[in-house]
T-cell receptor, first 114, second 113 residues
Framework: DTGVSQDPRHKITKRGQNVTFRCDPISEHNRLYWYRQTLGQGPEFLTYFQNEAQLEKSRLLSDRFSAERPKGSFSTLEIQRTEQGDSAMYLC????????????FGPGTRLTVT | AQSVTQLGSHVSVSEGALVLLRCNYSSSVPPYLFWYVQYPNQGLQLLLKYTSAATLVKGINGFEAEFKKSETSFHLTKPSAHMSDAAEYFCAVSPKGTYKYIFGTGTRLKVLA
């Protein structure tokens, strides 16, 4: 078990560009989550998948954000027309279907929008 | 809306001293509760969790937390701090019926030699 992986670990982009992040969960985990963490704050929930179905989205997830999990395995988070306020650490987590939802977190993707 | 409050964004303790990190939640129905630790440039790692079983929960690295419904608290303690405990600690709740976490703002623990 290699844990949750995220790619890239760091991304620098110019305002207005589109970016896409990838998350590979622990292989047997059905649930996948995206969070955003800004400096000095705790992670904030963005969205959640159970298998390929996106079951919950936060109000934080504006129209510029879209997440997919096409085959119930890896997930992508895309941000269109990035803004400086999008600069943050984007965290992915996964959890199994059974039991209490202990989430396993990846190392995150740090986005800097210049 | 449910919220989590962590009192003290920075806590300093001497090596060997008691560690106490505070967490209070707002909910009329006790949620599931978690403590995570985050080391620099690493992902969040689960320390312990409360899931409606024993109110005193033991976790990894000598940490434990006590769920107190009357005080809506879930404070994290460790009897004797070690230099390796220096990190940021997050309390999180998962309201029953949902799967998302609501995190506190975190407490950065500094351990003094």
């Amino acid at each position: 078990d290699t844990g949750v992986s995220q790619d890239p670990r760091h991304k620098i982009t110019k305002r207005g560009q589109n970016v896409t992040f990838r998350c590979d969960p622990i292989s047997e985990h059905n649930r996948l989550y995206w969070y955003r963490q800004t400096l000095g704050q705790g992670p904030e929930f963005l969205t959640y998948f159970q298998n390929e179905a996106q079951l919950e989205k936060s109000r934080l997830l504006s129209d510029r954000f879209s997440a997919e999990r096409p085959k119930g395995s890896f997930s992508t988070l895309e941000i269109q027309r990035t803004e400086q306020g999008d600069s943050a650490m984007y965290l992915c987590a996964s959890s199994p279907l059974d039991g209490v939802d202990e989430q396993y977190f990846g190392p995150g993707t740090r986005l800097t929008v210049t | 809306a449910q919220s989590v409050t962590q009192l003290g964004s920075h806590v300093s303790v001497s090596e060997g001293a008691l560690v106490l990190l505070r967490c209070n939640y707002s909910s009329s129905v006790p949620p599931y509760l978690f403590w995570y630790v985050q080391y620099p440039n690493q992902g969040l790692q689960l320390l312990l969790k409360y899931t409606s079983a024993a109110t005193l929960v033991k976790g990894i690295n000598g940490f434990e937390a006590e769920f107190k419904k009357s005080e809506t608290s879930f404070h994290l303690t460790k009897p004797s701090a070690h230099m390796s405990d220096a990190a940021e600690y997050f309390c999180a709740v998962s309201p029953k019926g949902t799967y998302k976490y609501i995190f506190g703002t975190g407490t950065r623990l500094k351990v003094l030699a």
